[in-house]
């Protein structure tokens, strides 16, 4: 069998854990995507097949603030997210970290999204 490559590697697992997580619009999905320059955030009722909120090191209120997606990048969009969740009435979320390591920026995302008010 030949070695997965680190993407493919990623999509199985992100395949294993959206088989058992599903976003509704009393608690919906909190996916993340990290790319190599920046680092995209949304809150997706399934059900519906609508995303409700969005963050990214690209949102226009970080923007400038920021060079990259490095850890306290996340922070802010971890931030940022919580903040825009709380404007629509979200309170509590399912975290879906799309196939990445629960570690280093993932992990800074989803602690400055709790600070902000989100449970999950």
């Known amino acids: 069998m030949a070695k997965l490559t680190t993407n493919e590697a990623r999509t199985l697992r992100r395949a294993r854990i959206r088989k058992k997580i599903e976003g509704t619009s009393q608690r919906?999905?909190?996916?993340?995507?990290r790319g190599n320059r920046n680092i995209y955030t949304q809150l997706i009722d399934d059900t519906l097949g609508v995303t409700?909120?969005?963050a990214s090191t690209k949102s226009p209120e970080i923007c400038g603030?920021?060079?990259?997606?490095?850890i306290e990048a996340c922070k802010k969009v971890g931030a940022l997210l919580a903040e825009?969740?709380?404007?629509k009435g979200i309170e509590a979320v399912v975290f879906d970290r799309g196939g990445y390591k629960y570690h280093g920026k993932i992990?800074?995302?989803?602690?400055?999204?709790?600070?902000?008010?989100l449970k999950f």
Not at 28 to 33: A, T
Not at 107 to 117: N, S
């Open 28 to 33: 919906p999905r909190l996916s993340v995507y």
């Open 52 to 54: 409700l909120v969005s």
């Open 65 to 70: 603030d920021i060079k990259n997606a490095n």
């Open 84 to 87: 825009k969740a709380k404007e």
């Open 107 to 117: 992990k800074a995302l989803a602690d400055a999204a709790r600070e902000g008010g």
